[in-house]
């Protein structure tokens, strides 16, 4: 059963960093488009960033970009993806999942994701 587990929550100050690991087992990642949602309390869901697997471009929601920075693993960690996030802001706060796209495509931030984590908490606060 394919499966992606999501690490690296936690509570954090205003201003700090975290940095969310996602992992894929009976799945390579290789060949996917990756991205990374999240959900905050009484919110629907967000795409907060993605990497297409066509051309390898990088694509982040307005509220995060200069801060967040999506990555794949290297050559050792072929099978994880990484979300790293500084000045964490305290509407940062959600549940944040990791999701797969089949196929050699561009990612999207809207969703319709194959494969999806279970989430791990992230809490910006002082």
């Known amino acids: 059963q394919v499966q992606l587990v999501e690490s690296g929550g936690g509570l954090v100050q205003p201003g700090g960093s975290l940095r969310l690991s996602c992992a894929a087992s009976?799945?390579?990642?290789?060949?996917?488009?990756i991205g990374w949602f999240r959900q905050a309390p009484g919110k629907e869901r967000e795409g907060v960033s993605c990497i297409s697997s066509s051309d390898g471009s990088t694509y982040y929601a307005d509220s995060v970009k200069g801060r967040f920075t999506i990555s794949r693993g290297n050559a050792n960690a072929k099978n994880t993806m990484y979300l790293q996030m500084n000045s964490l802001k305290p509407e940062d706060t959600a549940v944040y999942y990791c999701?797969?796209?089949?196929?050699?495509?561009?990612?999207?931030?809207?969703?319709?994701?194959?494969?999806w984590g279970q989430g791990t908490q992230v809490t910006v606060s002082s």
């Open positions: 999701a797969a796209l089949r196929g050699l495509r561009r990612c999207v931030l809207s969703g319709g994701y194959d494969y």
């Open positions: 009976r799945f390579s990642l290789d060949s996917t488009a």
